[in-house]
C-alpha cells in the first residue's frame, strides 16, 4: 500500500462526509468526491508534509464543493 492509499485509507470517511453535507444530491456528492481524490491523488507530491494531508485534502474537497455550488447556481 502506497503512502497516498493509507493517507485516503485514514482520511476517507472524514472527506466523505464533507463534501456529503455540502452536496445534498447523492449522485452530485459521489462525482465530486471522486474529482477530491483524483485532484489529491495527481498532486500529492506537492504536499510538503504528510502531516497536514487531513487539512489538505477537506481544502481541496472545499474548493471542488464550492465549484460545483457556484455552477449551479448560475445555471
Known amino acids: 500500500m502506497t503512502?497516498?492509499?493509507k493517507l485516503i485509507k485514514e482520511n476517507l470517511l472524514v472527506v466523505e462526509r464533507f463534501v456529503k453535507f455540502?452536496?445534498?444530491?447523492?449522485?452530485d456528492a459521489e462525482d465530486v468526491l471522486q474529482e477530491?481524490?483524483?485532484s489529491a491523488f495527481k498532486n500529492f507530491e506537492q504536499l510538503k508534509s504528510?502531516?497536514?494531508?487531513?487539512?489538505?485534502?477537506?481544502g481541496?474537497?472545499?474548493n471542488k464543493?464550492?465549484?460545483?455550488?457556484?455552477?449551479n447556481l448560475c445555471s
Request: charged fraction near 30%; proline fraction near 3%; charge should be negative.
Open 3 to 5: 503512502e497516498f492509499e
Open 22 to 27: 455540502k452536496i445534498s444530491n447523492d449522485i
Open 36 to 38: 477530491v481524490l483524483l
Open 50 to 58: 504528510k502531516e497536514a494531508f487531513k487539512p489538505w485534502i477537506i
Open 60 to 62: 481541496i474537497a472545499r
Open 65 to 71: 464543493c464550492n465549484g460545483y455550488i457556484s455552477e
